[in-house]
């Protein structure tokens, strides 16, 4: 069974703040992704990964960073936490489909709070 | 226009009752389909994935139209449990980099 997993599930911090969510996959799965969902906009790309050290923005990529030093992991960095990057941040991950595409497979999500 | 359509419901069917949902896409470039589930405050799961000459899993039946661009969902007998929002994901290309997410139709099974 593929396991996402979150470092948080709850998380408070306050404007300007530097925020690093990690998220660490254990199928070894060449493609990695952050999203962040909120009412009424369902799931916005912020950042996806195909490879290690290897990353491609999303649709709303502004505020934000990622790094993947391991294959395994896919850190979001909010570099100056705002209040309206408050959300609930997902994070996902597939294998490359060559010839047929793969699911994403999420975390369970952390709920983000900057106040 | 939006590249991946659903109506957004909410559905409200009694137990028991069969309900379906339309999803329609617009990028001729799509080549993977599949159903997700999510329930109130969780992640999306994986529902099942769509293939062309539809597929089955116990009460739920997915089918896709390549010419008219759709996808749908069936599912009979509706269950209390089925109640949570469903969203019609499409992959570009290959590589499963391009994933575009419905917004999700909310489906709500009473007793």
């Known amino acids: 069974d593929v396991k996402v997993t979150q470092s948080s599930r709850y998380l408070v911090k306050r404007t300007g703040e530097k925020v690093f969510l990690e998220c660490v996959q254990d199928?070894?799965?060449?493609?990695m992704f952050w999203y962040r969902q909120d009412p009424g906009l369902g799931l916005r790309l912020i950042y996806f990964?195909?490879?290690?050290?290897?990353?491609e923005k999303g649709d709303i990529p502004e505020g934000y960073s990622v790094s993947r030093e391991k294959k395994e992991r896919f850190s979001l960095i909010l570099e100056s936490a705002s209040t309206n990057q408050t959300s609930m941040y997902l994070c996902?991950?597939?294998?490359?489909?060559?010839?047929?595409?793969?699911?994403?497979?999420f975390g369970d999500g952390t709920r983000l709070s900057i106040l | 226009r939006k590249e991946v359509e659903q109506d957004p419901g909410p559905f409200n069917v009694p137990e028991g009752a069969t309900v379906a949902f339309n999803c329609t896409y617009s990028n001729s470039a799509s080549q993977s389909f599949f159903w997700y589930r999510q329930d109130c405050r969780k992640e999306p799961k994986l529902l099942m994935s769509?293939?062309?000459s539809g597929n089955e899993d116990g009460r739920f039946t997915a089918q896709l139209n390549r010419a008219s661009q759709y996808i749908s969902l069936l599912i009979r007998d509706s269950k209390l449990s089925d109640s949570a929002t469903y969203l019609c994901?499409?992959?570009?290309?290959?590589?499963?980099?391009?994933?575009?997410f419905g917004a999700g139709t909310r489906l709500f099974v009473k007793a």
């Open positions: 990964s195909y490879d290690v050290k290897m990353k």
């Open positions: 994901v499409v992959i570009l290309g290959t590589g499963g980099f391009k994933t575009i």
């Open positions: 769509v293939y062309s």
């Open positions: 996902a991950s597939s294998t490359y489909g060559q010839n047929s595409n793969q699911p994403q497979h």
């Open positions: 199928m070894d799965h060449e493609n």
